[in-house]
């Protein structure tokens, strides 16, 4: 059984979104400003939020859920697409270095390090040798982050592929939304047993005591966010960080 085999059918009322969700981010909220030092006068340790996940799964909706009754100011959300070719020069790491949190400080990646093991995988923007290679070279990389005391929570949305098929549908449909749908998205639905295979990968060759992976049934977009903010709660906690 694998990684991605999890239970998709759990479902939320409009109203019981609102109750849970609001009950979650208020949690956060006093998690984050002890984390801050606003709380305590003493700031904890760095936090980074990573959301990978299939296109269309939910992530820029959890995210907004997650930041949005935060103070700007205490929180910043990077979004990473493909490397520039200054970028290129470097190690596929490199880029991401200056968007890490130092202490006391709170970033939310959206998309990260691992698209060199899947989309780069995946399209052969990246050598066998160099894809394989990037499993232990993430793993140490994060470890070495954690190690300094940062609090890592990585997160996989997950969604069946005829849900997804039906909010491209949506966004096709939408004015408001159809910019977020592009060739490249319906390219990357034909390639799903690939993509499949590499997430896989990814999840079993990455997952470890430092930085686990949350899969999170996105099926249902109201439990997902409240899931996404009462998994990163539980993770401050579980470094030891409580609220006065």
């Avoid at 990573?50 to 910043?76: C, M, N, Q, T, Y």
């Avoid at 050598?127 to 929570?153: C, N, S």
Wanted: proline share 5%.
């Amino acid at each position: 059984m694998g990684r991605l085999d999890i239970d998709m059918t759990t479902r939320l009322s409009r109203q019981e979104e609102a109750t849970q969700l609001a009950e979650a981010q208020e949690h956060l909220l006093h998690l984050r400003l002890t984390l801050g030092g606003q709380l305590g006068g003493q700031i904890g340790p760095p936090l980074c939020v990573v959301f990978e996940g299939w296109d269309a799964s939910g992530k820029g909706g959890a995210i907004k859920r997650l930041v949005d009754h935060l103070d700007p100011r205490h929180v910043r959300v990077s979004q990473f697409a493909a490397p520039t070719y200054d970028e290129k020069r470097h190690h596929f790491l490199w880029r991401f270095w200056p968007r890490l949190p130092g202490w006391g400080g709170m970033a939310v990646f959206d998309r990260s390090w691992y698209g060199r093991v899947l989309v780069e995988r995946v399209e052969k923007y990246a050598t066998k040798e160099q894809w394989q290679r990037a499993y232990d070279e993430i793993v140490g990389f994060e470890t070495t982050l954690a190690a300094e005391g940062m609090i890592l929570v990585k997160f996989w949305m997950h969604v069946t592929p005829d849900e997804q098929a039906r909010r491209f549908e949506r966004r096709r449909h939408d004015p408001l939304k159809e910019w977020k749908l592009t060739d490249e998205d319906w390219r990357n639905r034909e390639k799903r047993p690939q993509y499949e295979r590499a997430v896989e990968d990814m999840i079993e060759r990455t997952d470890h005591a430092a930085a686990p992976w949350h899969v999170v049934a996105a099926e249902d977009k109201r439990w997902a966010r409240v899931e996404v903010v009462r998994r990163v709660c539980d993770a401050i906690e579980a470094a030891g960080i409580k609220t006065p």
